[in-house]
């Protein structure tokens, strides 16, 4: 199966830092166009074009910019939100090391639209190494004038600032975003208010992933008819798929909303390696659902990964074949959630830990059909009464292995055959 | 207005309300923990959630403000699984000493845990947070293992009183309240003002215990001498379960005496005295071209801040000691000698609504006598306490009256326990000392109140005196700022650390700032039904002036009523 570039089109073509080399394939031409538009005419293109965010959640992108854009305020401010925390998942890093311009393009024009002259990039602390480059590359996009002041002699100013995570998972959250950009602990605020009232340091702002904004500037060139041609009704655009863990051929992919992940796995990363066997889906990152063999043959698209109960998410697709062990796999995910919540409320903070005592235990050959009880009806608070969602979604991955692995969870409790535990010397109780 | 219903009741709030505002007005009850009314919304217990229909999940009803049509349910079997299932997770982290806790009976943890009927055995290992116990501080004791992070400490100690001694450490499961960088609280820019503790919904900060230490002065056989501040009189009751601003100056005589006290004295006399020393040195300041402006030095948090945060301003400090501390000297000097005991045989208890004065006491400065001048202060908690545990139904109890020599206070010491009252009763004096008139009127208005700043000006025969009343050290640290920078100019200035002055002390019963409004009306109330309303009309200090003290500012005074302060710049770290 064929990749369809529209996000990776320059990645590996042009000198990332180059302003130059972007402008030069096309680069920049998107944001000229929105100069020229309203904020109305910005939005309602955004709006026909169907985009919706890339990083999670899939709100429609163009009612974040309506927020803003509604609210009265001299200073408004533009967010991309680089901190890519999700174990595994590198589109981000793909796209910021590969393309940068693609997506300062983006940020400037959601800027012009809502009237915002500033736009932060908060980035991954681990992906450091990137900053010089990237700061090249906004000197340079300063130089070519499609950045800073008075931008293609529109008298539109609009800079960037860079400011640098240091590691906290939460951070991706928006809201926990801003306190960390604001020089404050990463922790989330409540909603309402709403960041497209009070965000970043108390003003209006849209916050959008970076593969978000990198959408952005293919709509402008090409037009919303033509993106719409892309993926599905509800789901325009391509998505990138970061596909990890035990498959052939692992790596970031572009392919139309709406591909088959059966295909995506087999046709296009080439099936599981060693004559091993597939077990196991997570898709959505770290909260998305463990889905079994049965239940791959799905499209990849963000209505459709809801309805079933899980989410695309990011678009990272974890794929475990049958020489590990389910009950294993939650364990290491509670882990991460237990290392990563941040402690602001009761719910996550306490329950990400029993969580992983609960599941260590079964793990441990120790547990009992009560601790699966117990789970699940922790599970089902944290996922109703968390503070963000952080706590609500980190349930998913161990209710959906409870409920689509069932057996071998009774089997890590009846203290029966496991060939991972057993090779590891656990169960032994 | 916004129209809902809550648990099948109709309700209307104004715009901005939340569902837990609702609640209360529609009187159902919703469990809380980080909520308090003095503060901004934290929804991070996460105990109040409520099902709103047509929201996914739960709703934290603190943060969730009332929008038109909505129906809420408080109490469903959803919710209650949710609030225990939290509640269970904060027991599973919580030491289970209730009985052995100080706030044993009045913890907002364990009522909502009684509340919310926890009777099932935990599905968890109790896994107490290691944290050892931090009674390094004279007034306060830190516990972080009853700790359950609402957060409500942070805000007073960094947003109000703008000290900033504790936040948030680590992360997640290991997140712990603390000082910076390990430090113990006696280490850090602490004032000791106690308003952590009046907010702590647990154990987790309280007061420093100190009634084993009168119990053993009792024991030693000493002459039990009280003495009770202004405030305490409309703090006590309520500290013993009876309504906020109940006044019940009789009654706490007689429960001291039946403690075991030998004299009850009151502090209002010795804040008569300081309106004579402190009027006495404005006047000085301002006649002889002294360091203006003059700040007040009643309040011991104050003092400590002002050294640590504001050493440059030192002089601008009255050397006036706190009525507190001006009584000290006095029982163990003059009382002693008139009733002819060794003041070695003397233990000098101060009742007061404030945990600095614990600070205070121990001050190498604060032993004129010759020995400690008070050897232990008890807050108004301590006291309650005590008289709980002495079986004395206080409710009941006939009403006493003050011991001489020292027999009344005026009502201008009396309002020292409200913030603007040391400013109102100094200009009392000293409007008649100037003018020889009467101030008219006697209430002073302009410095009453909680506004956060308040200024007004006295015209003294021509000299126009500008003064201005702070209460909470985040004003404190404005009007400095606007002191410092020449922005404002004033002759007189009073500071109080705590918010709404001694009657919102950190050693009262937990404070919101509708008690301390009640506080305030019984304590502006009282001072109206006192004969004597102005320090200088006091018979009593007239008498030890002329027996004992000479004149105001004179050789003894110095000796016993005066001090000097110390440069804390250090505790700042460099």
């Given at each position: 199966m064929e990749q369809m570039k529209?996000?990776?089109?320059n990645v590996g073509k042009i000198?990332?830092?180059?302003a130059k080399d972007y402008i030069n394939a096309g680069g920049f031409e998107a944001l000229r166009k929105a100069l020229s538009m309203s904020s109305d005419e910005i939005i309602q293109t955004l709006k026909d074009s169907g985009l919706r965010g890339r990083?999670?959640?899939?709100?429609?992108?163009y009612r974040k910019l309506q927020f803003a854009c509604s609210t009265e305020n001299d200073t408004k401010y533009v967010v991309c939100n680089?901190?890519?925390?999700?174990?595994?998942?590198?589109k981000d890093r793909i796209l910021l090391s590969g393309d940068p311009c693609a997506i300062f393009e983006g940020m400037a024009i959601v800027g012009k639209a809502i009237g915002a002259h500033m736009g932060y990039i908060y980035m991954?602390?681990?992906?450091?190494?990137l900053r010089e480059m990237l700061y090249k590359a906004l000197e340079n996009c300063e130089k070519e004038g499609?950045?800073?002041?008075?931008i293609m002699g529109s008298g539109f100013d609009f800079v960037i600032k860079l400011r640098m995570g240091a590691?906290?998972?939460?951070?991706?959250?928006e809201t926990a975003m801003f306190e960390s950009i604001e020089g404050k602990r990463g922790e989330p605020r409540y909603r309402p208010p709403y960041p497209g009232v009070h965000?970043?340091?108390g003003k209006p702002t849209v916050l959008n992933n970076v593969e978000t904004l990198a959408n952005i500037a293919p709509i402008f060139r090409n037009g919303t008819e033509w993106y719409r041609t892309?993926?599905?009704?509800?789901s325009p655009g391509t998505k990138l798929f970061t596909v990890i863990g035990n498959v052939e051929k692992r790596g970031v992919y572009e392919f139309p909303?709406?591909?088959?992940l059966k295909e995506l796995i087999y046709d296009v990363c080439g099936g599981?390696?060693?004559?091993k066997h597939l077990m196991a889906v997570q898709a959505g990152g770290a909260s998305g659902p463990f889905i079994n063999k049965?239940?791959?043959?799905?499209?990849?698209e963000i209505d459709y990964v809801a309805a079933s109960g899980g989410r695309l998410g990011c678009g990272t697709i974890l794929v475990i074949d049958d020489s590990n062990c389910i009950v294993d796999m939650v364990c290491n995910n509670l882990y991460f959630f237990k290392e990563e919540?941040?402690?602001?409320?009761t719910p996550c903070r306490e329950g990400t830990t029993r969580l992983y005592q609960l599941a260590r235990k079964i793990s441990d050959g120790k547990g009992t059909m009560k601790d699966i009880d117990a789970i699940k009806s922790l599970g089902e608070t944290m996922n109703n009464?968390?503070?963000?969602?952080l706590g609500r979604s980190a349930t998913v991955p161990v209710e959906s292995a409870i409920r689509n692995f069932y057996p071998d969870f009774e089997r890590h409790i009846d203290k029966d055959f496991c060939p991972v535990c057993d090779r590891e010397g656990r169960m032994q109780g | 207005m916004i129209n809902l219903t809550i648990d099948g009741t109709e309700v209307s709030v104004e715009e901005g309300a939340s569902i837990l505002d609702a609640a209360r007005k529609a009187n159902v009850k919703i469990p809380t923990l980080?909520?308090?009314?003095d503060q901004t919304v934290?929804?991070?217990?996460?105990?109040?959630v409520v099902e709103v229909e047509g929201m996914p999940g739960l709703q934290a009803s603190c943060s969730t403000p009332a929008s038109e049509g909505m129906v809420v349910k408080t109490a469903s079997p959803k919710v209650i699984r949710a609030r225990k299932d939290i509640m269970e997770l904060i027991m599973a982290r919580h030491p289970m000493e209730c009985l052995g806790c100080?706030?044993?009976?009045?913890?907002e943890l364990q009522n909502v845990a009684a509340s919310l009927n926890m009777s099932k055995p935990s599905r968890y290992p109790l896994d107490i947070r290691k944290a050892t116990i931090d009674n390094t501080s004279p007034s306060i004791v830190r516990d972080?293992?009853?700790?359950?992070?609402?957060g409500r400490c942070e805000e007073t100690c960094s947003?109000?009183?703008?000290?900033?001694?504790m936040a948030k450490e680590n992360?997640?499961?290991?997140?712990m309240m603390v000082?910076?960088?390990?430090?113990k609280l006696v280490d850090?820019?602490?004032?000791?003002?106690?308003q952590c503790v009046q907010v702590c919904?647990?154990?987790?900060?309280?007061v420093k215990d100190d009634t084993e230490k009168v119990y053993s002065f009792m024991d030693q056989d000493k002459v039990m001498v009280a003495s009770i501040a202004p405030s305490v009189r409309v703090n006590l009751a309520e500290a013993l379960?009876?309504?906020?601003?109940?006044?019940?100056t009789g009654r706490m005589i007689t429960a001291l005496r039946k403690i075991g006290f030998d004299r009850v004295f009151d502090t209002d006399f010795a804040a008569d005295l300081t309106i004579m020393e402190e009027g006495s040195e404005l006047l000085d300041r301002i006649q002889n071209g002294g360091t203006l402006p003059m700040f007040t030095s009643c309040c011991p948090a104050w003092i400590k801040y002002a050294e640590t945060f504001?050493?440059?301003?030192?002089?601008?400090?009255?050397?006036c000691k706190s009525p507190m501390e001006m009584f000290g000297p006095l029982i163990k000097t003059y009382f002693a000698e008139k009733v002819k005991i060794?003041?070695?045989k003397i233990c000098s208890v101060a009742i007061m609504p404030c945990t600095a004065k614990k600070f205070e006491c121990q001050r190498?400065?604060?032993?004129?006598?010759?020995?400690?001048?008070?050897?232990v202060v008890l807050t108004v908690q301590e006291l309650a306490r005590m008289i709980q545990t002495a079986g004395i139904d206080f409710k009941n109890l006939e009403e006493g009256e003050f011991d001489n020599p020292f027999g009344l206070g005026s009502g201008a010491g009396l309002?020292?326990?409200?913030?603007g009252g040391v400013m109102e009763a100094a200009l009392r004096t000293v409007y008649e000392k100037v003018t020889g008139k009467e101030m008219?009127?006697?209430?002073?208005?302009?410095?009453?109140?909680?506004?956060?700043i308040k200024e007004a000006s006295v015209d003294l025969d021509g000299t126009v005196v500008k003064v201005a009343v702070a209460h909470g050290l985040g004003n404190a640290r404005k009007i400095l700022q606007e002191i410092g920078s020449g922005r404002a100019q004033y002759h007189f200035v009073e500071i109080m650390a705590c918010p709404g002055g001694c009657i919102g002390?950190?050693?009262?019963?937990p404070r919101t700032w509708a008690k301390v409004e009640e506080r305030k009306r019984a304590i502006y109330e009282e001072e109206k039904r006192l004969?004597?309303?102005k320090s200088h009309e006091n018979p009593w200090i007239q008498q030890i002036y002329k027996e004992?003290?000479?004149?105001?500012?004179g050789e003894k005074s110095h000796q016993l009523l005066h001090t000097h302060y110390v440069n804390r710049h250090d505790l700042l770290g460099s």
């Open positions: 529209v996000l990776l089109k000198r990332p830092e180059s990083g999670g959640a899939g709100f429609p992108t680089a901190d890519e925390g999700e174990p595994g998942t590198n991954r602390g681990e992906y450091v190494y499609c950045l800073g002041k008075n590691g906290a998972y939460v951070c991706g959250e965000g970043l340091f892309i993926g599905t009704e509800g909303m709406g591909i088959n599981i390696p060693d004559g049965d239940q791959i043959d799905i499209p990849l919540s941040c402690g602001k409320c009464a968390s503070f963000c969602g | 980080c909520y308090h009314p934290k929804a991070v217990c996460r105990i109040c100080q706030q044993n009976g009045r913890c972080m293992q009853k700790c359950i992070l609402c947003d109000v009183q703008e000290i900033m001694v992360r997640g499961y290991y997140s000082p910076p960088y390990g430090k850090t820019p602490c004032v000791n003002c106690g919904p647990t154990g987790a900060i309280t379960g009876e309504e906020p601003g109940t006044v019940s504001y050493p440059e301003h030192l002089d601008n400090l009255s050397s060794e003041p070695s190498d400065e604060m032993n004129a006598s010759g020995y400690q001048d008070i050897d309002i020292f326990g409200a913030t008219d009127p006697l209430d002073f208005t302009p410095v009453r109140g909680f506004e956060g002390g950190g050693g009262n019963a004969p004597v309303r004992y003290l000479g004149a105001p500012l």
